[in-house]
C-alpha cells in the first residue's frame, strides 16, 4: 500500500515535531547538517583515506544490521533507525528513501554508469571458518629431556685408585649438568601468525580513530574553539612553518607527548565549542584524506 504522505514529510514530521528556530526546516536540510556529515565521519574512519573507489562510494545499506550498527554510533542515525521502527517503514520503502552519498544507492549508480563492479574488501583477510572439531587432531611431539638412568657399581680401592675414581666422578658429573643446561635453554617458540595479524588489525584500527580524532580537532580550531594555549601555539607554530598545512599525525603525536594535556579535556572542548553554523569536521577529514 502506497502511503499517502511523502516518506520525507513523515519522518521530518516524526523527528522535530515542535520544530525550534535552530532546527531544519525540512528533512532536505536535516540530511546535509546532519545525516551526511556523519556519513562522511564513518567511511574516513572506516577505510581511513579516500584514495579507492570503495571508500568513494561505500555503498552503507540502510536495512543491513552491520552497516547500521556502524552507522548507529552518531546521534543523528541512530534516531533515524528508531523512527524507521516507529513508524513501521518497509524494506523497499527505506531502499527507495535512502538515495544520497555514501549509500547503496549511489554504489549502485556509479556502476551502472561507468559499467564497472565496486569491489567490496572488507572482510576478505577473514578465512572460512572451520569447525575445530572437524580437524584431524595431530598430537604434538613436545621436546623433552632424556635422562639415563646408570647403575654404578661401588668397589672398594686403597689410596691412589680411589681418589682418581672420585675425580672421574666429578669430571662426569659436571658434563651431565652442562649437557642438561643445554638442552632446557631452547629457543623460544616463533610468535603465532594469527597473533601477528590480529596486532597488524589493531594497529590498524588506531590509525584511523588517531586520524579521525587529529581532523576534529584541527576542525575545531580553525573554527575558533578555544583550545588549551600550549595545544594552539603548537598548532599556530606548525601551521605558520609548513604553509597553513598540520597534518593529522603531527597533533596525535604531540598529544601523545603532552599527556598533562589530557586528550579527554580536549575533545571536550571540541564538543563543547564546535558552532551549527560551522563547517563540520568531518569535512575536514574528508578535505585532508
Same mark, same amino acid.
Given at each position: 500500500?502506497?502511503?499517502?504522505?511523502?516518506?520525507?514529510?513523515? $519522518?521530518?514530521?516524526?523527528?522535530?515535531?515542535?520544530?525550534?528556530?535552530?532546527?531544519?526546516?525540512?528533512?532536505?536540510?536535516?540530511?546535509?547538517?546532519?545525516?551526511?556529515?556523519?556519513?562522511? &565521519?564513518?567511511?574516513?574512519?572506516?577505510?581511513?583515506? &579516500?584514495?579507492?573507489?570503495?571508500?568513494?562510494?561505500?555503498? $552503507? *545499506?540502510?536495512?543491513?544490521?552491520?552497516?547500521?550498527?556502524?552507522?548507529?554510533?552518531?546521534?543523528?542515525?541512530?534516531?533515524? !533507525?528508531?523512527?524507521?521502527?516507529? &513508524?513501521?517503514?518497509?524494506?523497499?520503502?527505506?531502499?527507495?528513501?535512502?538515495?544520497?552519498?555514501?549509500?547503496?544507492?549511489?554504489?549502485?549508480?556509479?556502476?551502472?554508469?561507468?559499467?564497472?563492479?565496486?569491489?567490496?574488501?572488507?572482510?576478505?583477510?577473514?578465512?572460512?571458518?572451520?569447525?575445530?572439531?572437524?580437524?584431524?587432531?595431530?598430537?604434538?611431539?613436545?621436546?623433552?629431556?632424556?635422562?639415563?638412568?646408570?647403575?654404578?657399581?661401588?668397589?672398594?680401592?686403597?689410596?691412589?685408585?680411589?681418589?682418581?675414581?672420585?675425580?672421574?666422578?666429578?669430571?662426569?658429573?659436571?658434563?651431565?649438568?652442562?649437557?642438561?643446561?643445554?638442552?632446557?635453554?631452547?629457543?623460544?617458540?616463533?610468535? *603465532?601468525?594469527?597473533?601477528?595479524?590480529?596486532?597488524?588489525?589493531?594497529?590498524?584500527?588506531?590509525?584511523?580513530?588517531?586520524?579521525?580524532?587529529?581532523?576534529?580537532? $584541527?576542525?575545531?580550531?580553525?573554527?575558533?574553539?578555544?583550545?588549551?594555549?600550549? &595545544?594552539?601555539?603548537?598548532?599556530?607554530?606548525?601551521?605558520?612553518?609548513?604553509?597553513?598545512?598540520?597534518?593529522?599525525?603531527?597533533? !596525535?603525536?604531540?598529544?601523545?607527548?603532552?599527556?598533562?594535556?589530557?586528550?579527554?579535556?580536549?575533545?571536550?572542548?571540541?564538543?563543547?565549542?564546535?558552532?551549527?553554523?560551522?563547517?563540520?569536521?568531518?569535512?575536514?577529514?574528508?578535505?585532508?584524506?
Amino acid at each position: 500500500m502506497r502511503r499517502q504522505t511523502p516518506i520525507a514529510q513523515t $519522518l521530518y514530521a516524526h523527528l522535530y515535531p515542535s520544530p525550534s528556530p535552530k532546527d531544519p526546516s525540512n528533512f532536505s536540510t536535516h540530511l546535509s547538517q546532519h545525516l551526511v556529515p556523519e556519513v562522511r &565521519l564513518e567511511v574516513a574512519t572506516f577505510y581511513g583515506d &579516500l584514495n579507492s573507489t570503495e571508500a568513494r562510494y561505500p555503498g $552503507l *545499506n540502510y536495512c543491513h544490521p552491520p552497516h547500521r550498527a556502524r552507522l548507529a554510533r552518531f546521534k543523528h542515525h541512530a534516531r533515524l !533507525f528508531r523512527a524507521f521502527t516507529e &513508524l513501521g517503514l518497509t524494506y523497499q520503502e527505506i531502499q527507495d528513501f535512502c538515495c544520497w552519498e555514501g549509500t547503496r544507492w549511489a554504489r549502485e549508480r556509479f556502476e551502472r554508469d561507468e559499467g564497472v563492479k565496486v569491489r567490496d574488501t572488507t572482510g576478505e583477510e577473514i578465512g572460512a571458518w572451520v569447525d575445530w572439531r572437524d580437524r584431524d587432531l595431530v598430537p604434538e611431539v613436545k621436546g623433552g629431556i632424556e635422562r639415563k638412568t646408570e647403575v654404578r657399581v661401588c668397589v672398594e680401592r686403597g689410596g691412589e685408585d680411589a681418589e682418581m675414581e672420585d675425580e672421574g666422578d666429578v669430571e662426569d658429573d659436571d658434563d651431565d649438568e652442562g649437557s642438561e643446561g643445554s638442552d632446557e635453554t631452547a629457543s623460544p617458540p616463533e610468535p *603465532n601468525e594469527e597473533v601477528q595479524a590480529r596486532e597488524e588489525h589493531m594497529d590498524l584500527i588506531r590509525n584511523r580513530r588517531d586520524t579521525s580524532i587529529s581532523a576534529r580537532i $584541527l576542525a575545531a580550531w580553525e573554527e575558533g574553539t578555544a583550545l588549551p594555549p600550549e &595545544l594552539e601555539q603548537y598548532l599556530k607554530e606548525r601551521s605558520e612553518r609548513n604553509g597553513h598545512q598540520v597534518r593529522d599525525t603531527d597533533i !596525535f603525536e604531540f598529544l601523545r607527548t603532552r599527556r598533562r594535556i589530557g586528550l579527554d579535556a580536549v575533545m571536550t572542548a571540541v564538543e563543547s565549542g564546535a558552532a551549527p553554523e560551522a563547517r563540520s569536521a568531518v569535512e575536514v577529514a574528508a578535505t585532508a584524506a
